[in-house]
């Protein structure tokens, strides 16, 4: 086993805001601080992390911050973390979008980065000339495309198709295309992001074998970067949690993903008293949210119900905010989801201030488990003010209904067995 | 031993290193060999979609020179009377706009290489410097159709007329000159295009400081209307209008020719491409962080 990639102590910097707008005059006083008046950087502010729900002191963000790791030979590393931890930044950075700040990366053979599948994709050019153009930006000669043409059709399942435009494709025929073509680049080193969001079942399935295949039997490197925990655990062997920009845990994949689940799961209750450190914007702020049992006792379970309440400030006058609530499992497969207005339905009437949002769930509702509750505040019904926030909390199980010890059914929802109704006929 | 050498192969083995800011010079060319067949699929793309969905398609490459040396022969050679060195004004129109053209295309599409090709470049790597190279590749074809029309109504004058249009030794200068208004336009092109990534302001200039160009440049007059001596120097400073001349000079037999003009356009090109690959070089490896 060797090395194959080697992360070294590399680091990401970013400036936060509109950075077009004030650049010139901020790159003059740059210049005038650092060439003239002999100071430090002005906009350099060493050593804050990158957590986005907290305001940013300055302007400058280091998005990865001091990441080190070694990736060896045909291992198969899922990246997993929350929203903004740096995962994709790692990647743009190991496929060469952009440069590291410091540090070095080195690896050994092709990288085949698959950050969005049909990268060069042109709507006015046939399936068959995508290809070729697809295949030319990353990396692939002429004759290599030619070779394996038939190869990249038949995988794509578009051959029906491939002398039509691809603007008249829909959008899964175009990630198929676009995900043959990557899959058929005999890469040493695979990167992927997310693409298994898009396509049918059918295609994902093919998706993830070629994966598998590309890992196990061929020996390749892959990074793969999900959010979905259940298809992450199915194909990694390894896995690295980041968060705010550095490497949080390192180890095997289930090690990885349990750690990172119980740690967002620790379901307590979260509570912001300072309100300019609390997650959210400048329209909404969350103060509190809690997740109890619905009968006064100590654990939420199958039949204590759950109650909800989130306590949040509002700072938009008169427009349509309405709460969002989804519920998924922790591996990312949704529940249920609540939504409401702020006030009536369809009224322009929110106020500046302090809302309570309840909600109860009945007992016998959803099976024991881990799942996490998500946040999206939207205006109009139409565009997100705020998302982000969530909360992870657990299902226990009881049996009193059943009338002898049992684990947990299977099945997502649960309901009281005693509803069932059974008669003797005679 | 063993061991020694074993750690040198491995540091030897790494296909790849990925650094921050690398130096200005350090443009790997045999990289951009490497995607040759991607710089002839990016020409082929710009030809297939520009005229897709159009009735008269490549034709229109015609279209526009045509209607352009008309509306010149009427404001400029009729309205103004601006002389054309006893050259029939069609033809010396056209020699002008194809040439320009030529140029101020290639400019502007390169500019804009960064702004427009960000959805792809914020996604894989590729040498960037591909991009521009191809769009004055596909600039040449079009540059082709047109010189073929000019060289059509050259025939006709020639032939069917007694004008006096010869071409002469100086005519076979002409890949050398295109190869220079392709030099000069990539280099002006990549400098803007590196430059806009981080001032927009630059790509609202552009349109208007080419159109000012044009003018600047002996294209719908001939250098020797300008007696002014000081006026003459300026104009000689500009690198197009030695190349303008020479190609009047060698096709249609009229204008003025200097080796040292000619020499100057050169060289000023060379530097150009040099600063201009060494900016762009340093942009496209951070350029996704400020576009």
Redo the contacts between chains.
């Keep these: 086993m060797?090395t194959a990639i080697e992360f070294n102590h590399i680091s990401k910097q970013?400036?936060l805001g509109f950075?077009?707008a004030k650049?010139?005059s901020s790159?003059l006083n740059r210049w005038w601080q650092m060439n003239v008046l002999r100071k430090e950087d002005p906009y350099l502010k060493v050593g804050e992390t990158n957590d986005r729900t907290k305001k940013a002191l300055s302007d400058f963000v280091w998005a990865l911050r001091d990441v080190d790791f070694k990736v060896e030979q045909g291992d198969v590393v899922g990246i997993i973390g929350k929203n903004g931890a740096g995962k994709s930044t790692l990647l743009?950075?190991?496929?060469?979008?952009?440069?590291?700040?410091?540090?070095?990366?080195?690896?050994?053979?092709?990288?085949a980065?698959l950050?969005?599948v049909g990268?060069?994709f042109?709507s006015?050019?046939t399936g068959r000339?995508n290809i070729?153009?697809n295949g030319?930006?990353?990396?692939?000669?002429?004759q290599e495309i030619n070779r394996k043409l038939d190869e990249i059709v038949d995988f794509s399942g578009c051959e029906r198709y491939i002398d039509t435009p691809v603007k008249r494709y829909s959008s899964g025929m175009m990630v198929r295309l676009g995900f043959a073509v990557a899959a058929h680049l005999d890469p040493e080193i695979l990167v992927v992001d997310e693409v298994l969001a898009v396509g049918d079942a059918e295609f994902q399935k093919k998706a993830i074998g070629k994966m598998q295949d590309v890992s196990k039997g061929e020996g390749r490197t892959v990074l793969f970067v999900s959010h979905n925990m259940a298809s992450v655990k199915a194909l990694c062997s390894r896995g690295v949690l980041l968060e705010n920009g550095s490497v949080k845990y390192m180890g095997g994949i289930k090690e990885t993903v349990d750690y990172y689940i119980g740690e967002g799961g620790s379901s307590e209750n979260q509570y912001f008293e300072d309100l300019s450190k609390a997650p959210g914007n400048d329209v909404i702020r969350i103060k509190s949210f809690e997740i109890l049992p619905g009968k006064s006792q100590a654990n939420i379970d199958i039949e204590s119900g759950i109650k909800f309440r989130l306590k949040f400030m509002c700072y938009k006058a008169d427009a349509m905010l309405d709460v969002n609530m989804h519920v998924k499992t922790v591996d990312d497969i949704s529940v249920f989801k609540m939504s409401r207005m702020f006030g009536e339905v369809g009224k322009k009437d929110s106020k500046v201030g302090l809302y309570t949002m309840d909600f109860e769930l009945k007992p016998y509702t959803i099976n024991a488990g881990k799942y996490k509750a998500e946040f999206v505040f939207g205006e109009n019904q139409r565009y997100v003010v705020y998302s982000g926030f969530e909360q992870y909390f657990e299902v226990e199980n009881t049996q009193t209904d059943m009338g002898f010890n049992q684990g947990v059914v299977p099945g997502m929802l649960r309901f009281n067995n005693n509803d069932v109704v059974i008669q003797y006929e005679g | 031993m063993e061991g020694v050498t074993k750690q040198k192969g491995?540091e030897e083995?790494?296909?790849?290193?990925?650094?921050?800011?690398k130096s200005l010079l350090d443009v790997d060319l045999k990289e951009i060999w490497r995607?040759r067949?991607?710089w002839s699929?990016f020409v082929?793309?710009d030809l297939?979609?520009q005229y897709?969905?159009t009735i008269l398609g490549p034709l229109w490459y015609l279209v526009q020179p045509i209607m352009t040396t008309i509306m010149y022969m009427v404001v400029f050679g009729g309205i103004a009377g601006i002389s054309t060195d006893g050259l029939p004004q069609a033809l010396f129109y056209l020699s002008g706009i194809c040439m320009w053209q030529y140029f101020s295309e290639c400019l502007n599409k390169t500019s804009s290489t960064f702004v427009s090709n960000a959805?792809?470049?914020?996604?894989?790597?590729?040498p960037r410097l591909v991009v521009p190279l191809s769009t004055v590749t596909s600039n040449l074809v079009r540059f082709g159709i047109q010189f073929v029309l000019f060289v059509i109504v050259y025939l006709y004058y020639i032939i069917f007329t007694d004008a006096s249009v010869m071409p002469n030794i100086y005519a076979l200068l002409l890949p050398l000159l295109v190869v220079m208004l392709a030099g000069l336009g990539l280099g002006f092109g990549i400098l803007f295009s590196s430059m806009t990534t981080?001032?927009?302001d630059l790509t609202l200039l552009l349109g208007f400081f080419v159109h000012l160009w044009m003018y600047a440049t002996p294209v719908i007059y001939p250098l020797s209307v300008i007696t002014n001596e000081k006026l003459r120097f300026v104009m000689s400073l500009n690198p197009l209008t030695s190349i303008m001349e020479a190609f009047k000079y060698g096709m249609l037999g009229t204008g003025s020719f200097s080796w040292m003009g000619l020499g100057y356009s050169f060289v000023f090109m060379t530097v150009l491409l040099i600063v201009g690959i060494m900016v762009f070089n340093r942009v496209q490896?951070?350029f996704?962080?400020?576009v």
């Design positions: 060797s970013y400036r950075v077009s650049t010139l790159d743009k950075l190991l496929s060469r979008v952009t440069t590291p700040t410091t540090g070095t990366i080195r690896a050994k053979g092709r990288i980065s950050l969005e990268t060069g042109h006015e050019l000339e070729y153009m030319a930006i990353l990396g692939m000669s002429k | 491995d083995g790494w296909s790849m290193v990925i650094k921050p800011q995607y067949d991607l699929l082929k793309r297939i979609t897709k969905q959805g792809v470049f914020g996604k894989v790597y590729f981080k001032y927009r490896r951070s996704m962080d400020t």
